[in-house]
């Protein structure tokens, strides 16, 4: 599993925690706004949709708040337009930095993001120059006291998944985009429950970090993912699981 995802495992775990600050109500609330815009308010037609509601109640999003943001999206109530940003940079030890943004402000944002990048030894690029590092997929994370190998990989692979990697204490499979629900189902057919499953950004390489170099990166990540409109951040290093704990 890259050194990656499991720093974002680490943080799904801290912003559970961290729910009281009411931020991350926030930050799924616009997500639930923005794809029901797009593609509607039927979640049963809208993919995007039902998976921002299913991240939504797994953080103990109450229902009411789910219902006024997707009619908030479909126009039935009045609300606030969020645009969808995409920004890329670089951080220390030349790692390469994406973010997917929504926002009712650019000029704000980007004025933010950027003094974050500076602040923490990084800086803001231009469209475009990191965006070829990454592919989209599908991943969907399961505890490894779950199940031996064999019986992930079986249910797995028939469900359509590309790649199954074993962590320490977890399994990462890896899906094509459109095929993360149908992989999801066929693990909980086969009486699974993945932790976590979304689309993401993966890198194709990455850039392995020790010490002062591992913790400034750690620090800028943690700061992006925390800027209100950032709703998603990506990055393609590799730092080993201890110093990943610690900094958590």
């Not at 923005?34 to 299913?54: C, E, K, M, T």
């Not at 980007?110 to 599908?138: D, P």
């Not at 998603?232 to 110093?243: K, L, V």
Request: with cysteine; aromatic share 4%.
């Amino acid at each position: 599993m890259s050194g990656h995802s499991k720093w974002h495992n680490i943080r799904l775990r801290k912003a559970k925690v961290d729910l009281e600050r009411g931020k991350i109500f926030t930050k799924l609330a616009k997500e639930i706004i923005v794809a029901a815009r797009h593609g509607g308010g039927n979640p049963d037609s809208n993919s995007r949709l039902r998976d921002a509601i299913q991240k939504a109640r797994d953080a103990s999003v109450p229902q009411d708040n789910i219902k006024r943001a997707i009619m908030r999206g479909t126009g039935e109530l009045e609300g606030v337009t969020y645009d969808e940003v995409t920004y890329e940079g670089y951080g220390p030890g030349g790692v390469a930095i994406m973010l997917r943004a929504l926002t009712d402000n650019r000029n704000r944002t980007v004025s933010e993001i950027r003094s974050i990048f500076g602040r923490h030894g990084g800086n803001l690029g231009e469209s475009g120059c990191v965006a070829w590092m990454f592919q989209e997929k599908g991943t969907i994370e399961l505890d490894r006291a779950q199940a031996d190998e064999d019986k992930v990989w079986e249910a797995a692979i028939e469900g359509g998944a590309e790649d199954v990697q074993i962590g320490d204490t977890s399994y990462e499979i890896i899906t094509a985009p459109g095929a993360l629900e149908k992989v999801k189902q066929a693990l909980t057919a086969a009486g699974l429950e993945p932790t976590s499953a979304e689309v993401t950004m993966i890198p194709q390489s990455t850039v392995l970090l020790v010490g002062k170099e591992a913790q400034q990166v750690l620090k800028l990540m943690d700061m992006l993912e925390d800027q209100d409109d950032v709703q998603q951040a990506y990055a393609n290093f590799d730092i080993s699981d201890h110093e990943l704990e610690e900094a958590a």
